[in-house]
């Protein structure tokens, strides 16, 4: 059931024709769409907040809503394109993104905006693992590491150029426009998709036979789980009765949803696949690099926010330097991966990714915009090297008719890994922060000769500055140098969670090496 089957879609021939290749490319951009706005409002929210009238705290969920619907429903995508037929449910999803998109610019309170949202997400969620789908079950081998590089130009630059087009428009243009982008290349993909992807009949019997309670259980577990990792840190985690509810739900449904996909006969999700070396190894290393490309392009602006005071724009125009050179270079990948093991590529890939990370754990008050371009370069030409040799380490022995179950559960995952990411280095940010605040708060006291010179500085810097009370001008001395700390611990903080993604990167690296060694032009089929 959570397969299309062998049937459904026609087995490539020995090279895809100009039809076939318009519509993978029109895939492609839904994929790229649909990935880039996770993060296109991160460099937006304090604008979008301002808009719809809400709260500082409440805003996250407007990247958290949209991520929920994606999560959810691309494991679902592989069933529901088998009851509706693969293309009218892919061009269903092609016209819904681009509405619930432009409805989300008119919203004008946190809850609608947040059900919008959400729906967004569902659309959009369905386009990613299509668009893997069509590399797999419509290329030829020989074809699949250009297709699947195509597709790694969705899941690292769209990411990364997210906040820069989010940025640019809201500064110039408002952020209602970030939710317009998406109208045009939507508008193309459907055309382009009418007119290329084979009409096949619909299959509601399926639905008879489906895997409700694998359904039930996965929505419900996912939805708890990813608002437990968005609300957790914000909350004091555990110490919260209402984060302590969710994740007892998240547990229990999501054991409950792993019992009954192991069992049935038709499972939503093929777990089963995980047993395949190369597959398992290829999901854990995808959930570490979800973990550190959503991780790092969720840090990168808040630090830059937060510690050098830079506006949307602003932090936009860093993070491009992340995005544009992987447009160089991800299309010279295939050819690499035609004179080398895929497996010493994806290594490379992922080892410069995490040196990119280890070079801002050194990050000072002095670290602005100019100081990450050279870690971004290098982080740009890791990230280039890593999908789609690792793209091609995972699907090497997975059958054309398991191409959308696999498909299904590695983008889960990969953007499961992200969400848990962004929630870790959020918590790992403010414990540290603390921890950093309390270790220089014990050596700067008044015991310290340095100390009170500085704050006799500061405080006559008041006095010359209109302040006429001499303990009004100590007062704010004070709290002057309490900024500083609590500054400088700030700083230390965001250098430990590069440290985090570095350390997981590794890892990562090194379990690439564990894999078996692919057929040469490997991907789905390659045995």
């Not at 995508?77 to 293309?87: D, H, I, L, M, Q």
């Not at 045009?184 to 509601?204: D, H």
């Not at 670290?367 to 971004?376: C, S």
């Amino acid at each position: 059931m959570s397969t299309i089957t062998a049937t459904a879609i026609p087995q490539p021939s020995a090279k895809a024709s100009t039809r076939e290749w318009i519509a993978v490319l029109a895939g492609m951009i839904g994929a790229f769409m649909a990935i880039l706005n996770i993060q296109i409002t991160n460099a937006s929210l304090l604008d979008i907040e301002g808009g719809i009238g809400t709260g500082v705290d409440n805003g996250a969920w407007i990247s958290t809503s949209y991520l929920i619907g994606e999560i959810v429903v691309i494991p679902l995508t592989a069933f529901f394109s088998n009851v509706f037929s693969f293309r009218r449910y892919i061009l269903a999803n092609s016209i819904l993104f681009p509405l619930f998109s432009i409805a989300c610019a008119f919203a004008h309170d946190l809850g609608t905006m947040i059900v919008l949202r959400g729906l967004q997400g569902f659309a959009g969620g369905v386009l990613i693992p299509m668009a893997f789908t069509m590399i797999l079950t419509k290329l030829p081998k020989s074809q699949q590491p250009t297709g699947l590089a195509i597709f790694a130009l969705s899941v690292t630059v769209a990411p990364a150029i997210g906040p820069t087009i989010g940025g640019y428009l809201t500064e110039n243009y408002g952020w209602q426009t970030i939710f317009f982008i998406n109208a045009l290349p939507s508008a193309i993909m459907a055309i382009a998709l009418a007119l290329t992807l084979e009409k096949g009949p619909m299959q509601l019997g399926l639905l008879k036979g489906g895997d409700w309670a694998g359904i039930v259980t996965m929505a419900i577990g996912l939805s708890a789980l990813q608002t437990v990792l968005e609300e957790g840190n914000k909350d004091d985690w555990f110490s919260s009765p209402f984060i302590l509810k969710l994740s007892a739900i998240a547990v229990v449904s999501l054991s409950a949803f792993i019992w009954i996909e192991l069992t049935v006969q038709n499972p939503l999700v093929k777990l089963r696949l995980l047993k395949q070396r190369n597959f398992g190894i290829g999901v854990l290393v995808n959930v570490l690099v979800g973990f550190a490309l959503f991780g790092s392009v969720y840090i990168l602006p808040q630090y830059l926010g937060q510690v050098q005071r830079y506006n949307a724009e602003q932090i936009g125009n860093v993070l491009a330097w992340t995005g544009l050179p992987q447009l160089i270079l991800i299309p010279l990948v295939p050819m690499m991966m035609k004179r080398f093991d895929v497996r010493y590529i994806g290594f490379l890939g992922i080892s410069i990714f995490a040196i990119s990370c280890f070079m801002n754990v050194t990050l000072s008050a002095d670290t602005a915009g100019d100081q990450f371009w050279i870690p971004n370069i290098v982080r740009a030409i890791g990230q280039a090297m890593v999908i789609t040799p690792i793209t091609a380490i995972t699907t090497a022995g997975i059958a054309p008719a398991d191409a959308a179950a696999a498909s299904g559960l590695t983008n889960m995952l990969r953007n499961l890994g992200g969400a848990v990411g962004t929630a870790t280095l959020g918590t790992v940010l403010t414990k540290r922060e603390q921890f950093h605040s309390n270790i220089i708060g014990q050596s700067v006291t008044l015991a310290r000769d340095e100390v009170r010179d500085r704050l006799t500085q500061v405080t006559n810097y008041f006095l010359s500055h209109g302040v006429s009370d001499h303990a009004l001008a100590a007062q704010k001395a004070t709290v002057a140098l309490g900024s500083v700390i609590k500054r400088q611990a700030l700083i230390m903080g965001f250098s430990d969670t590069f440290a985090v993604i570095g350390v997981l990167l590794a890892t990562a690296a090194i379990a690439t090496l564990f894999a078996r060694k692919p057929q040469p032009g490997g991907g789905a089929g390659a045995h």
